[in-house]
């Protein structure tokens, strides 16, 4: 089992930047594709950013070139880097770790973009 728990978000201005974390503990991270999404409110849930467990990512058309996810295997945690935030960005990040048949969720931690 896996415990996720995300960090980082908070309120931020148009075109600014944000850095979530998510700190896995629990079991061996490097064998999990790990994954954020995001859901605002009265949407449904959106993958953002995946990153699979030999390093390669795969991003949201709408995030791509804006958005960065990495892992830190000695660390066990994720990262999103999100540049150039836009007020359509607005929404709960949750963090997801994945293997077949398997998948672990962070609480969620609330970025916004407002002026």
């Known amino acids: 089992q896996v415990q996720l728990v995300e960090s980082g978000g908070g309120l931020v201005q148009p075109g600014g930047s944000l850095r979530l974390s998510c700190a896995a503990s629990?079991?061996?991270?490097?064998?999990?594709?790990m994954n954020w999404y995001r859901q605002a409110p009265g949407k449904q849930r959106e993958l953002v950013a995946a990153?699979?467990?030999?390093?390669?990512?795969n991003y949201a058309d709408s995030v791509k070139g804006r958005f960065t996810i990495s892992r830190d295997y000695a660390k066990n945690t994720v990262y999103l880097q999100m540049n150039n935030l836009k007020p359509e960005d607005t929404a709960v990040y949750y963090c997801?770790?994945?293997?077949?048949?398997?998948?672990?969720w962070g609480q969620g931690t609330q970025v916004t973009v407002s002026s």
């Open positions: 990153i699979t467990k030999g390093g390669s990512t």
């Open positions: 629990g079991s061996i991270f490097s064998i999990y594709d």
């Open positions: 997801n770790a994945a293997r077949p048949l398997v998948g672990y």
